[in-house]
């Protein structure tokens, strides 16, 4: 059966009621032959996400509105392997704590994610410059550091594009570590290897996994791809969102003012974050 995530506007709700709310779904799961895999709740933001093994998405509304009447907003079918990347799950996690587990409660992950999108300058041009051999030496070094990066600062790798990588953060602070940690990194490799330097672009977005009338994280990563694409090699350009999860952190941001970038409908904010002085 195909998989799908739905979305649901829950003002007031808490995690308690939200936990309840899974429970009830998993009672009537086998009469709607469905299985509910998970699901995210975002309380700031008032908005829960559910993962369903179902036949197709009125079964899902169905069971929910039996359930606790709790329709969702949007239903979306995904690539479950997809929401592993973003999301790192596809299942409930195991409760943490002995009185989680007194409780069977489940950590609560709201499904806000960073995302972050890296492109190597003059990526396809290495071979002419350096020779086959050269340039896959270069693009595994670049790997390298990019993964090391990811790893320390929690960063999960959703693909390779080739020349640079789409990664998800649960935290936005630690997407932003994760930026300078990586330039910083290319930094010192450029000071040892002059004759061969390498240089990163970045971008960085965030977002909900399902927006109204959108796909799994659609406008944050193309947010995040956009500004990744508008910075000048060895630059990080965020989005007004990104800078906003980083008040009351000392990092050295510069306002770069308002763009509209291709595929949005309004201006966003963006700043460049100057690692080079955090």
């Known amino acids: 059966m195909p998989v799908y995530m739905d979305r649901h506007y829950v003002e007031g709700a808490t995690r308690h009621a939200l936990a309840d709310a899974h429970q009830r779904d998993m009672a009537l799961q086998d009469k709607y032959h469905v299985k509910f895999l998970t699901y995210w709740f975002d309380e700031m933001r008032c908005t829960a996400f559910c993962l369903i093994d179902a036949p197709n998405r009125e079964t899902i509304e169905r069971a929910h509105a039996e359930a606790h009447g709790s329709v969702p907003n949007e239903v979306l079918e995904v690539d479950p392997n997809v929401v592993d990347a973003f999301l ?3 299942k409930d996690p195991p409760p943490v704590g002995t009185s989680a587990a007194e409780t069977g409660e489940i950590p609560i992950d709201p499904g806000f994610r960073a995302i972050m999108f890296t492109d190597l300058k003059d990526s ?32 999960r790798e959703v693909k390779h594009t080739g020349d640079g990588i789409m990664a998800s953060f649960a935290s936005v602070p630690d997407a932003v570590e994760c930026a300078i940690g990586i330039q910083k990194a290319f930094a010192a490799y450029n000071k040892e290897n002059p004759e061969a330097p390498l240089y990163l672009r970045i971008g960085l977005s965030a977002g909900e996994p399902i927006e109204e009338h959108g796909d799994l994280f659609g406008k944050a990563v193309q947010l995040a791809a956009r500004l990744c694409a508008h910075a000048e090699p060895a630059r990080i350009l965020v989005a007004q969102l990104v800078r906003d ?28 974050l100057k690692w080079a002085e955090a």
């Open 88 to 90: 790192g799950r596809i």
């Open 124 to 155: 396809t041009r290495m071979t002419t410059l350096y020779g086959d051999a050269k340039a896959l030496h270069l693009l595994h070094i670049h790997n390298a550091l990019t993964r090391t990066a990811l790893q320390r600062h929690r960063g």
């Open 245 to 272: 999860q980083c008040q009351g952190k000392e990092l050295p941001f510069s306002d770069l003012g308002e763009v509209t970038p291709k595929g949005f409908d309004h201006a966003i904010g963006v700043h460049e």
